[in-house]
């Protein structure tokens, strides 16, 4: 299977043929619930990058609002849109990073107080850290090696030393490498540790409730997640998979039916569903269920989109250009999808508030007219 070919766009009746694949804050209500399913105004575009395939939300002029950064596939950069607090948001700033971006986070790398960036470059094989200066601008990038074609990146303190480390999925060479931070904006080499079958997305969490951090990593090629206990010491256990729907995606972990246990929530793109697995707090998930979404999801996020204090769940649509909200009903379930219009080919969702009203907005980074499409909450309370 060729390098650098993540996703073959080839439309084969209703899904996309996939050959290799190439925070926001999470919004809790508290107190006042406000309706039964969420709305939201018409979306508005904004300009970014070549190819948008992943997006982030923070605070990166330290104004108190919300900004965006997408990771463009296409040039080799990054973007940031800083937000004006109204729910717009000004021209791009467009920042040179490694080749084939294909995930971008955010962190504190050097612990000063300034939200910095890094993104996993499938085209390279590193992961590019651009320090943040505090006022929406950041400095030349510093490259550290990955495996093999790196897909997407979290942050955590996996030694627990204070400093922020990285871990990486690598889509070719079915691992996940760890890099640990020395809290100046360096890195140490990388240590790499199995995965399942081209390992997608990777995020961060604990499982087994030992208060060291561990991973969980979807894996495309043989449709599972892989969990990897930590050990407190930037160290982590051999994998267990647990089966998915097929070809899973993005992977987000929360708390959904309010047992403190961390579960966890994955976009499965081929059919076209978001498999949850409750967490059992020992390290162990159960089976999954299903639930449906519109036409290829590739994406997904959790936040209280409706106000009555339960997680719901979206999905960035690629074959679908929407957004799916399944409302949460805080037992672990999830209700029918609702369905609202975004720019075409989304392949990446994040959640802010935008117009600092109280209420999660919602954005996505859409791949082929280069563009996030923001979509405003307008649920009454």
Do not use: C
């Not at 463009?72 to 000004?90: I, K, Q, W």
């Not at 360096?186 to 561990?214: Q, R, S």
């Amino acid at each position: 299977m060729p390098r650098n070919h993540r996703i073959v766009r080839a439309r084969r009746g209703r899904r996309y043929l996939v050959a290799v694949l190439a925070a926001a804050g999470l919004f809790t209500a508290q107190g006042t619930a406000w309706a039964d399913a969420p709305a939201f105004a018409t979306h508005v575009e904004y300009g970014t990058g070549g190819a948008p395939v992943s997006v982030r939300v923070a605070d990166f002029d330290e104004d108190g609002n919300a900004d965006q950064v997408t990771a463009n596939y296409d040039d080799a950069t990054v973007s940031v849109l800083l937000g004006n607090g109204d729910g717009t948001f000004d021209t791009k700033t467009d920042y040179g990073v490694g080749s084939i971006p294909d995930g971008v986070e955010v962190g504190d790398y050097d612990k000063d107080g300034n939200l910095d960036l890094v993104t996993a470059n499938t085209g390279d094989n590193t992961v590019s850290v651009l320090l943040g200066n505090g006022d929406g601008t950041f400095d030349t990038k510093t490259d550290y090696g990955t495996g093999t074609s790196p897909y997407k990146v979290e942050t955590g303190d996996f030694d627990e030393d204070t400093n922020p480390d990285l871990a990486v999925s690598n889509i070719e060479d079915n691992t996940v490498s760890v890099l640990s931070g020395n809290g100046d904006g360096t890195f140490d080499t990388k240590v790499d540790y199995g995965t399942g079958t081209w390992p997608y997305g990777v995020t961060v969490g604990d499982f087994d409730e030992d208060a060291n951090l561990d991973l969980v990593v979807s894996n495309v090629g043989d449709n599972t997640v892989s969990v990897l206990l930590g050990n407190g010491d930037g160290t982590f256990d051999t994998k267990t998979d647990y089966g998915t729907g097929a070809q899973p995606s993005r992977v987000v972990l929360a708390d959904f039916d309010g047992d403190t246990n961390v579960d966890v929530a994955v976009a499965n793109l081929e059919d076209a569903t978001v498999s949850v697995l409750l967490g059992n707090g020992d390290g162990t998930l159960d089976t999954k269920t299903d639930y449906g979404t519109d036409a290829d999801p590739i994406s997904l996020e959790t936040a209280d989109l409706d106000g009555d204090s339960a997680l719901d769940l979206m999905t960035a649509n690629a074959g679908g250009a929407s957004v799916s909200v399944l409302p949460g009903n805080g037992d672990g379930t999830f209700a029918t999808k609702a369905d609202f219009g975004v720019d075409s080919t989304p392949f990446s969702v994040a959640v802010g508030d935008f117009n600092k009203d109280g209420r999660p907005d919602v954005t996505t980074a859409n791949l082929s007219p280069a563009t996030v499409s923001v979509l405003l909450n307008t649920t009454t309370p």
